[in-house]
C-alpha cells in the first residue's frame, strides 16, 4: 500500500472545503479533501476499498448518472490511462488488463483509440443527487516525487455551482440525507 506524504495530507486540509483529491496513476484515491467527500460519497465513488476514478467510470452504472458528459469523461479518463501505460509504468499495465476484463470492449476500445494526452485541466459537470447540477473547473497537478501522484482540485466554474457546494456544506452540516460528510480525510495511507 503506498502511503500520501505528510505534507500532502496537510495541503490538502488547506484546500478543504474545495472538492480535491490524491490519486495513484492508475486512479486509486489515496486521500481526499471533506469537501471531495461531499461531492463523490453520495454519487457511490468512494464506495469501492479503495476507492477508484477510473473503474468507477467505465463499471458502476451510476457514474452515467453522476457525469453528463460520460462520453468525454470516459474519454479522458482512459487517455490518461494510456499515457502511464505508455510510460512504462507495470502497476497501470496491470489495472488496464484488469479493466478490459471488468468493463470490457467500453473500456478497451477507449483505450486502444486514445491518441491524445489527457486534458490536465477543464470543466466537468457532475450531478449530484442533492444539489442538481454542477459545472467544475479542475486542475490536475503532477506531485513531485517518485509515487507519480497526482493533486486534482475542483472549484466552481459558475456562480450557481459556488452556491450548490455551499448549500452542500451547509446540508451536510445539518445532517440532511444524502449530504453526508465521508469520515475522515484521508481515504487510506
Same mark, same amino acid.
Given at each position: 500500500?503506498?502511503t500520501?506524504?505528510?505534507?500532502?495530507?496537510?495541503?490538502?486540509?488547506?484546500?478543504d472545503?474545495?472538492?480535491?483529491?490524491?490519486?495513484?496513476?492508475?486512479?486509486?484515491?489515496?486521500?481526499?479533501?471533506?469537501?471531495?467527500g461531499?461531492?463523490a460519497? @453520495?454519487l457511490?465513488l468512494?464506495?469501492?476499498? @479503495? @476507492?477508484?476514478?477510473?473503474?468507477?467510470?467505465?463499471?458502476?452504472?451510476r457514474?452515467?448518472?453522476?457525469?453528463?458528459?460520460?462520453?468525454?469523461?470516459?474519454?479522458?479518463? !482512459?487517455?490518461?490511462?494510456? !499515457?502511464?501505460?505508455?510510460?512504462?509504468?507495470?502497476?497501470?499495465?496491470?489495472?488496464?488488463?484488469?479493466?478490459?476484463?471488468?468493463?470490457?470492449?467500453?473500456?478497451?476500445?477507449?483505450?486502444a483509440?486514445?491518441?491524445?494526452?489527457?486534458?490536465?485541466?477543464?470543466?466537468?459537470?457532475?450531478?449530484?443527487?442533492?444539489v442538481?447540477?454542477?459545472?467544475l473547473?479542475f486542475?490536475?497537478?503532477?506531485l513531485?516525487?517518485?509515487?507519480?501522484?497526482?493533486?486534482?482540485?475542483?472549484?466552481?466554474?459558475?456562480a450557481?455551482?459556488?452556491?450548490?457546494?455551499?448549500?452542500?456544506?451547509?446540508?451536510?452540516?445539518?445532517?440532511?440525507p444524502?449530504?453526508?460528510?465521508? !469520515?475522515?480525510?484521508?481515504?487510506?495511507?
Amino acid at each position: 500500500m503506498r502511503t500520501v506524504r505528510p505534507t500532502v495530507r496537510a495541503l490538502l486540509e488547506r484546500l478543504d472545503p474545495a472538492p480535491a483529491f490524491v490519486a495513484e496513476p492508475w486512479g486509486d484515491v489515496l486521500a481526499h479533501t471533506e469537501g471531495f467527500g461531499l461531492l463523490a460519497g @453520495p454519487l457511490g465513488l468512494l464506495d469501492a476499498d @479503495p @476507492p477508484n476514478i477510473h473503474r468507477y467510470v467505465f463499471t458502476d452504472a451510476r457514474a452515467r448518472e453522476a457525469f453528463p458528459q460520460w462520453e468525454r469523461v470516459a474519454e479522458e479518463r !482512459a487517455a490518461a490511462l494510456r !499515457a502511464a501505460a505508455d510510460l512504462g509504468d507495470a502497476a497501470v499495465a496491470a489495472f488496464v488488463d484488469e479493466l478490459s476484463i471488468t468493463a470490457g470492449g467500453e473500456f478497451a476500445r477507449r483505450f486502444a483509440a486514445s491518441a491524445v494526452l489527457p486534458a490536465w485541466t477543464g470543466v466537468e459537470r457532475w450531478r449530484h443527487p442533492v444539489v442538481g447540477a454542477l459545472r467544475l473547473a479542475f486542475e490536475s497537478l503532477a506531485l513531485p516525487g517518485t509515487e507519480e501522484h497526482r493533486l486534482v482540485v475542483h472549484l466552481p466554474a459558475d456562480a450557481a455551482t459556488a452556491d450548490a457546494l455551499a448549500s452542500l456544506a451547509s446540508l451536510a452540516a445539518q445532517g440532511v440525507p444524502g449530504a453526508e460528510r465521508e !469520515a475522515g480525510t484521508v481515504v487510506r495511507c
